[in-house]
């Protein structure tokens, strides 16, 4: 039997930069997971992630990452999105160089 769908979020790395960034909902690219759209059907998060990957001016390795709701937007499932979405493991840099991150 098939596993069945769960919500999830497109996801890259941006090429310029290497941030963590999300696709909204209109078709903007946010470094913000709560800002990401949440997809819930199988067939339209194909579509989106087709959208994704024609943009490698913008973007590099675009997935499909599993996320839950919460209470300020949608909340990874992995530890793996945990890191990427809070920035690099070491201080002062990127996203970490925010208080709120740290």
Do not use: C
């Not at 800002?35 to 490698?56: C, G, I, K, S």
């Not at 945990?82 to 990127?94: A, K, L």
Request: glycine residues 6%.
């Amino acid at each position: 039997m098939p596993r069945a769908f769960t919500p999830k979020v497109v996801t890259a790395s941006d090429l310029l930069e290497g941030d963590v960034i999300y696709l909204t909902a209109d078709d903007r690219w946010s470094r913000d997971l709560a800002e990401a759209e949440v997809l819930t059907d199988e067939a339209d998060a194909q579509l989106r992630l087709l959208f994704a990957e024609q943009q490698p001016d913008k973007l590099v390795g675009a997935y499909l990452a599993d996320v839950r709701p919460g209470d300020n937007g949608p909340e990874p499932t992995h530890f793996r999105e945990e890191f990427r979405r809070t920035g690099p493991s070491n201080y002062h840099h990127g996203k970490q160089e925010a208080q709120a991150n740290v």
